[in-house]
Nanobody, 115 residues
Framework: QVQLVESGGGVAQPGGSLRLACEVS????????VGWFRQAPGKQRELVAG???????RYADSVKGRFTISRVNAENTIYLQMNILKPEDSAVYYC?????????WGQGTQVTVSS
């Protein structure tokens, strides 16, 4: 059974930073395409950042240059470093892992950017 558990959400001021973590259990994280989505109230879930099995990364235009996704195979964990946070980054952030047959989601972690 594959499980994803997020941590690291919270409240930050505009211009501040947060780091989200997603620990994957059940299978090696390197065997999946993994990443982060977010969903704000009244909006559709959107891709924030992803990293393929080969390590190629992609980002939403809105977070390029501010967010960095990484994968630490030894920890079976993926991270999302979020810098220069803006109020519009406020949302519930979900990590995901996509395999050849199944996709898995974490429970979500709230990020609020407010002064």
């Amino acid at each position: 059974q594959v499980q994803l558990v997020e941590s690291g959400g919270g409240v930050a001021q505009p211009g501040g930073s947060l780091r989200l973590a997603c620990e994957v259990s059940g299978r090696p994280v390197r065997t999946y395409t993994v990443g982060w989505f977010r969903q704000a109230p009244g909006k559709q879930r959107e891709l924030v950042a992803g990293i393929t099995k080969s390590g190629r990364t992609r980002y939403a235009d809105s977070v390029k240059g501010r967010f960095t996704i990484s994968r630490v195979n030894a920890e079976n964990t993926i991270y999302l470093q979020m810098n220069i946070l803006k109020p519009e980054d406020s949302a519930v952030y979900y990590c995901y892992a996509r395999g050849s047959l199944h996709s898995y989601w974490g429970q979500g972690t709230q990020v609020t950017v407010s002064s």
